[in-house]
């Protein structure tokens, strides 16, 4: 079966940093592109980074390009965020899903781990 | 980036009814579309994949078609458990984007 356990959330003040967390088990980690999407509260998913096999090639978001870090573990089947510079509008629940790039889904989700950004 | 725009918005519609969904890309995307169903409190569900392929398990009322920048989801027969979210998104480059998402109620 496969499982997947973000943590690292929370509450943080605007500008400040967390680096979030995810545990992977039931698939060949080391062999997925692994992705970290976003929901907002009323809103929709949005796509936040993306990481290759490899782990040397990523990919962002406008929105958090420059401020978060998408980086993986592979000897620790786990996945990471670094978010830096935090913002309200960064606020939602994280998931980390792997994504496939034969058929094009994000699947499965996991969880999440809620990040509230707030003074 | 690639902009994904769905309408409608929300739809109402009663058990046993025909629903479809519309999504647009802001450029080509060939068959590079995924949708979704996500319920109150859940995580999405992956109903269809490359814009007319049914994922494993996923009841046969849903289809998908269309390629190019034009794509619907049709639930054939709508049932009580549908009443969700459904939202597309495109898989044909990076960054991948979502459209804004569809309500269907129940009448």
């Known amino acids: 079966e496969v499982q997947l356990e973000e943590s690292g959330g929370g509450l943080v003040q605007p500008g400040g940093s967390l680096r979030l967390s995810c545990v992977v088990s039931?698939?060949?980690?080391?062999?997925?592109?692994m992705s970290w999407v976003r929901q907002a509260p009323g809103k929709g998913p949005e796509w936040v980074a993306g990481?290759?096999?490899?782990?040397?090639?990523?990919d962002y978001a406008d929105s958090v390009k420059g401020r978060f870090t998408i980086s993986r573990d592979n000897s620790k089947n786990t996945l990471y965020l670094q978010m830096n510079s935090l913002r309200a509008e960064d606020t939602a629940l994280y998931f980390c899903?792997?994504?496939?790039?034969?058929?094009?889904?994000?699947?499965?989700w996991g969880q999440g781990t809620l990040v509230t950004v707030s003074s | 980036d690639i902009q994904m725009t769905q309408f409608p918005s929300s739809v109402s519609a009663s058990v046993g009814d025909r629903v479809t969904i519309t999504c647009r890309a802001s450029?080509?995307?060939?068959?590079?579309v995924t949708w979704y169903q996500q319920r109150p409190g859940k995580a999405p569900k992956v109903l269809i994949y490359?814009?007319?392929i049914l994922q494993s398990g996923v009841p046969s009322r849903f289809s998908g078609s269309g390629s190019g920048t034009d794509f619907t989801l049709t639930i054939s027969t709508l049932q009580s458990e549908d009443s969700a979210t459904y939202y597309c998104?495109?898989?044909?480059?990076?960054?991948?984007?979502f459209g804004p998402g569809t309500k269907v109620d129940l009448k």
């Open positions: 899903v792997p994504y496939s790039t034969s058929s094009g889904w994000l699947d499965p």
């Open positions: 039931g698939f060949t980690f080391s062999n997925s592109f």
């Open positions: 450029q080509d995307i060939k068959h590079w």
């Open positions: 990481i290759f096999i490899s782990g040397t090639t990523a």
């Open positions: 998104q495109q898989a044909n480059s990076y960054p991948l984007t």
């Open positions: 490359a814009a007319s």
